[in-house]
């Protein structure tokens, strides 16, 4: 098998790079993204040798995908290309969202190739409130935010891969993920907030949030979800045409005792700004263990594997538990 992975620089995209490369059965994984991955990525990947080829590319330019795509032989494409900015830019979220997700069926459809996994979002569902006290399921019917250009271009993705499947026989399978976090997790507020807060910590700096630190969240760690992203892509097709990916209600100030626990004088300190999120937490995703024995790791194991990731980074000595 021989993956493209587009998107491949940004959180997820390193982490699924990264997860097929330790497959045996990819002979070859294919990275495009407008910019390269960063240093550090190249120091985990060099035990693959040239199994790996980063390609310079822009998912709005459907020459760029077919290239990439056409040239390394690959079967198989992952695309988490994805604007998460808060900044209005509406023709960059058309062009990435929406033209950019079309491109990547379109080169399926040109190229013959019939197994995509690709990003939709928990924010399809719109507000925990719609729902009330009960957890969301993937059969519910899809209620974006009002005004969430990236809620709607998701919600578009979808049925972009229902249309493909249905006239070209494209087998899509999209990764509903929650509060997504991990080393190098920036943007926007909600991945920033958890990511620095174990980062920092784990190199010894002081983390200091804006918010309380009370607000539940379902979130789910990177390499998580690029392990499930490799689960369905190594399928031909999935049970199902979207699955949740996310773990039980947690607090930032969970995080931090779990931070605590491995570096235990560790500065956090939380400010008094409530995080007021909207988004779903209680988040069902029983889907994905029934059809793939799917589960997120322990909250505990998750910080771990963090902290030793900004760890080995700063050339630090790793944490054992």
Known sequence: MRALVIGGSGLFGKKTVLSLLRDPDFDKVVSL??????????????PFGDRFAFVPGDISRLEHVMNAAHVHGVDRIVNWAMILSQAPNPRLNTMVGCLGACNVWEASRLLGIKRVVYASSETVY???????DREITEDERLLPFTGSFYALAKCLAEIMAAQYHGLYGVESTALRPAIGYGHGGKDPK???WPSELVS??????????????????????????????????????????????????????????????????????FGSES???ELPWKYNCDRAKEDYGFSVMPLERAVLTH???????????????
Not at 38 to 44: D, E, G, H, L, Q
Not at 126 to 132: N, P
Not at 307 to 321: M, T, Y
Request: aromatic share 8%.
């Open 33 to 46: 993204d407008v910019v390269p991955p960063p240093a550090s990525f190249f120091k985990n990947i060099e």
């Open 200 to 269: 920092l910590a784990a190199v010894g700096k002081p983390v200091t949030l804006e918010c309380t630190g009370d607000w539940l969240f379902s979130l789910v760690f990177s390499d998580d979800v690029a392990e499930f992203a490799r689960l369905a892509l190594k399928s031909a097709s999935s049970p199902h045409s979207a699955y949740n990916l996310g773990g039980p209600p947690r607090s930032l100030k969970d995080i931090a005792a779990a931070v605590k626990k491995f570096i235990p004088d560790a500065r956090i300190t």
């Open 275 to 277: 995080e007021n999120c």
């Open 307 to 321: 902290i030793n990731e900004a760890r080995a980074e700063a050339g630090l000595q790793l944490i054992s538990e």
């Open 190 to 192: 909600f991945v920033r």
């Open 126 to 132: 719109g507000e925990q409130k719609d729902y009330g």
